[in-house]
């Protein structure tokens, strides 16, 4: 193959690239990134933790369920999950269960979780990670996206991107369960 070939090759390569790449982020960019309606009944979703065993969303049931979905290489999901951690812990009894689903190799969250301190379930994953973010209500496929599950099941709110404290807090003082689950 001739010299100007490769390059017509690998300029159309790069403009095909950079379409893409546009295209993605005018999809980001045109959606909301705070998704704040109910979303119905959340779906069953079982997915492994650290261990391999596999841990389904219902066994939080009574209790107010905040997935969070994240990696080890997000930087916005690390920044998130230190404030993720007072929250389990300061509303923990009183009914919030944080849990946090890494789409990432399984060993790099055996490595990173302990070393950030996570304290509340995590569980792991791929595609299976992928499909539930897109069960749970995710258009986007970006990190962090968080969702919040009331103690009956249903879906009370969806977030793209991070957090802020007071936006949190008032999440979940506003969707605890009554008794403490």
């Known amino acids: 193959m001739s010299s100007s070939k490769k390059q017509i090759l690998a300029v159309a390569a790069l403009c095909f690239a950079a379409a893409g790449v546009g295209f993605g982020a005018y999809r980001y960019l045109a959606q909301p990134h705070s998704i704040d309606e109910p979303g119905g009944m959340a779906p069953e979703i079982t997915l492994n933790d650290l261990t391999g065993t596999p841990r389904q969303l219902s066994e939080w049931r009574g209790k107010l369920i905040l997935v969070n979905f994240w990696a080890t290489w997000c930087a916005p999901c690390l920044h998130e999950i ?6 389990q812990q300061q509303y923990g009894g009183r009914g919030l269960q944080v849990v946090g689903a890494a789409m990432d190799e399984v060993e790099a969250v055996r ?6 301190g996570i304290q509340y379930p995590v569980l792991v994953g791929d595609s299976e990670i992928i499909n539930a ?7 986007l496929g970006a990190l962090p996206y968080s969702v919040l599950i009331n103690a009956n099941g249903m879906i009370v709110s969806r977030k793209h991107g991070e957090f802020e404290r007071d936006e949190l807090i008032q999440l ?10």
Do not use: H
């Open 133 to 139: 973010m897109q069960a749970l209500g995710d258009q």
């Open 82 to 87: 230190p404030m993720l951690m007072d929250m």
């Open 111 to 116: 490595i990173g979780a302990p070393r950030l």
């Open 172 to 181: 979940i003082e506003q969707n605890l369960p009554t008794t403490g689950g």
